[in-house]
């Protein structure tokens, strides 16, 4: 019985996420296959029922893909730490304590170059 378990677990860790991420675009193709298309077909899928369903469709998997990929990660104790224009990171949630210290850091020297810099108006040693 272990054994079974142990088993079961080694599959789920190695094919899980692969297996999930598959059944979220059976979903995103089953959807965008059967949705019905509109009368008025908006202009933002150019006017076209293809265009319509693969939007549809691909919507669906992205929002699916990106509640597989959450609970991927709050599995692993892990979670998104970062949003920006370089992308969007994941970590362990573990250093995050380590993290904040490391930002409030940065921003304690970032406000001390701020009050250094002063305006050359207010300085009365420059009149």
Same mark, same amino acid.
């Given at each position: 019985?272990?054994?079974?378990?142990?088993?079961?677990?080694? /599959?789920?860790? +190695? /094919?899980?996420?692969?297996?999930?991420?598959?059944?979220?675009?059976?979903?995103?193709?089953?959807?965008?296959?059967?949705?019905? !298309?509109?009368?008025?077909?908006?202009? !933002?899928? %150019?006017?076209?029922?293809?265009?319509?369903?693969?939007?549809? $469709?691909?919507? !669906?998997? *992205?929002? @699916?893909?990106?509640?597989?990929?959450? @609970? $991927?990660?709050?599995?692993?104790? +892990?979670?998104?730490?970062?949003? $920006? =224009? $370089?992308?969007?990171? *994941?970590?362990?949630? +573990?250093?995050?304590? =380590? =993290? @904040?210290?490391?930002?409030?850091?940065? %921003?304690?020297? @970032?406000?001390? !170059?701020?009050?250094?810099?002063?305006?050359?108006?207010?300085?009365?040693?420059?009149?």
């Amino acid at each position: 019985m272990a054994n079974r378990l142990r088993s079961m677990m080694s /599959w789920l860790v +190695r /094919w899980g996420f692969a297996t999930m991420v598959g059944v979220c675009a059976v979903i995103g193709v089953l959807v965008a296959v059967t949705v019905p !298309i509109p009368p008025d077909v908006p202009g !933002i899928a %150019l006017q076209a029922a293809p265009v319509y369903r693969l939007e549809v $469709g691909a919507a !669906i998997f *992205a929002g @699916l893909y990106l509640l597989v990929t959450s @609970l $991927g990660l709050a599995l692993q104790n +892990r979670a998104f730490t970062e949003f $920006g =224009t $370089g992308g969007v990171r *994941a970590r362990s949630l +573990r250093d995050l304590p =380590t =993290t @904040l210290r490391q930002h409030e850091r940065a %921003l304690e020297v @970032l406000a001390d !170059i701020v009050y250094d810099i002063r305006d050359p108006r207010d300085d009365p040693e420059g009149q």
